[in-house]
């Protein structure tokens, strides 16, 4: 990952306030790839990944919960090698 992309990450998703809530709560999470999708290359030589699965949510005490999710990982060619440099949840597969 791009240090943009991970300081983007870092301020608009995974938040130290958000990783202290999830740390207290006592859930688990598990993701599961169904599909991964290599979009084609662009001019920029940058190439879109998606990326559709399951994620399930195990809260202490209660019943798991699972749902449908799907990401797009944008990565680009770097001095360093391909790097992700970002990312969106798009929807539920389907």
């Not at 992309?5 to 790839?33: D, H, L, M, N």
Request: hydrophobic residues 30%; aromatic residues 6%; neutral net charge.
């Amino acid at each position: 990952m791009t240090p943009e992309c991970a300081q983007s990450y870092r301020q608009s998703v995974w938040t130290p306030e958000v990783a202290q809530q999830i740390s207290a709560s006592g859930i688990k999470s598990s993701f599961r790839a169904t599909k991964i999708i290599a979009g084609a290359h662009q001019t920029d030589g940058s190439v879109v990944i998606t990326v559709e699965g399951e994620q399930i949510l195990s809260p202490p005490d209660q019943p798991s919960k699972q749902r449908s999710v799907k990401f797009e990982y944008l990565l680009k060619q770097t001095n360093d090698g391909m790097k992700i440099c970002g990312i969106s949840e798009v929807g539920a597969g389907g």
